[in-house]
């Protein structure tokens, strides 16, 4: 039997056309950063094409962006280089706000930088649907000295988009810089400039490109306070030293292009799967979904059935289906996730939560036999 990965929030798998465009380049000699022959040149072309790819994909200039190792190093990077720069040019303010919405990341490093830079870091509440309260940011950023946001544009758990143009409203209005996580928004429309965010981050992997690369937007990079995580080599106008990755930043130009060619399309597809996989699991279960059901990634689905341990579903449908119960960074940690415990989700229901993704190579088949499976392990569990 066919095994169903049903993960996509994890790991895209490349698209054909991305392994096509990265095929040939494996084999060509040719460091990108030698510019004294032609080997070093066509690389240099590669790199230079892709930069171009980027930024009418995504609506910035060439020079605002930076390849990173992926999200998590793009994140990093925003934040222990974007907070001395916030604090230069508001020296009076004192708080970073975020929320349990972000990836660990995110949250981690902030809780480092505010350590490190004597900050406040302050939480904004979560709705019951899964969206931050807009209200209680804007009473954090009234009662407080706002430096610093970091808000993702989709939670890569529970799916839901973020309304992120009305944060960077505030973000304007009260003069504190954003920080953008939109690795997991493939599917928005992702535009810099419209957005005036301070610093956004993206990553290969979540758009059927490669894994090991990731792309950091800024418009601070001229910035002298801008302070490089990796130095050495000099590369990237010496804001990020090592040679690049030809192959995965090619693949990763192809992988968005073709996202922003088809997305419109392929979104209204993978909300058709994603209702007909809940619709098949509510005739025979009780099931209650996470998050508003609109507004969030179209292949996602964070749900729980009724009484139903969601380790113990996940264990006895290995191998034949591939979910998890959250973040990939996560594992298999079952302590109370900060996200339910936000939406005032009971402990004992959290314990029943999971994650489901639906993606490009889903097809209508696996959602059927992924619906009679589950069904069946939860009528046998139950």
């Not at 009234?142 to 143009?165: A, D, H």
Request: hydrophobic share 40%; net charge negative.
């Amino acid at each position: 039997m066919k095994n169903i990965y049903l993960d996509y929030n994890s790991h895209t798998p490349c698209d054909i056309s991305v392994i096509k465009a990265m095929q040939d380049i494996w084999s060509q000699p040719g460091n990108p950063h030698s510019d004294g022959h032609s080997f070093g040149w066509n690389k240099q072309t590669l790199v230079s094409d892709s930069l171009t790819t980027f930024a009418n994909i995504y609506g910035c200039f060439e020079e605002e962006l930076l390849f990173t190792s992926g999200a998590t190093e793009a994140n990093n990077l925003a934040i222990y280089s974007g907070i001395p720069i916030a604090e230069r040019m508001s020296p009076q303010a004192d708080t970073i706000l975020t929320s349990h919405l972000e990836h660990k990341s995110v949250l981690n490093p902030l809780e480092i930088a505010a350590s490190k830079h004597g900050l406040k870091l302050l939480y904004v509440d979560i709705k019951s649907d899964g969206v931050i309260d807009l209200k209680d940011m804007q009473t954090k950023f009234e009662q407080n000295k706002v430096l610093w946001v970091s808000c993702t544009m989709t939670n890569g758990v529970i799916g839901t988009n973020q309304p992120i143009y009305q944060v960077a409203e505030l973000c304007r209005r009260y003069n504190a810089m954003l920080h953008v996580d939109a690795s997991q928004a493939g599917y928005l429309d992702i535009i810099c400039h419209d957005l005036e965010v301070d610093f956004l981050t993206l990553s290969a992997h979540k758009v059927y490109g490669p894994s090991g690369i990731g792309l950091f937007y800024s418009k601070h990079l001229q910035h002298p306070e801008f302070m490089p995580m990796i130095s050495g080599g000099g590369q990237q106008d010496g804001l990020r030293a090592g040679t690049l990755p030809v192959p995965l930043i090619v693949g990763f130009a192809e992988a968005a292009r073709v996202l922003d060619e088809c997305k419109e399309s392929e979104a209204l597809r993978l909300r058709e799967l994603r209702d007909t996989l809940l619709n098949g699991l509510n005739q025979a279960l009780t099931v209650r979904v996470f998050g508003d059901l609109d507004e969030r990634h179209p292949g996602n689905l964070y749900l729980a059935i009724e009484n139903i341990d969601s380790m113990q579903l996940l264990n006895n449908v290995q191998p034949h289906i591939a979910f998890s119960l959250g973040s990939a960074c996560d594992g298999l940690n079952r302590e109370y996730s900060p996200i339910m415990k936000a939406m005032s989700v009971p402990k004992e229901v959290a314990e029943c939560t999971f994650r489901i993704c639906i993606g490009r190579m889903t097809t209508v088949q696996d959602i059927h036999k992924a619906v009679e499976i589950l069904i069946a392990e939860a009528k046998r569990l139950s």
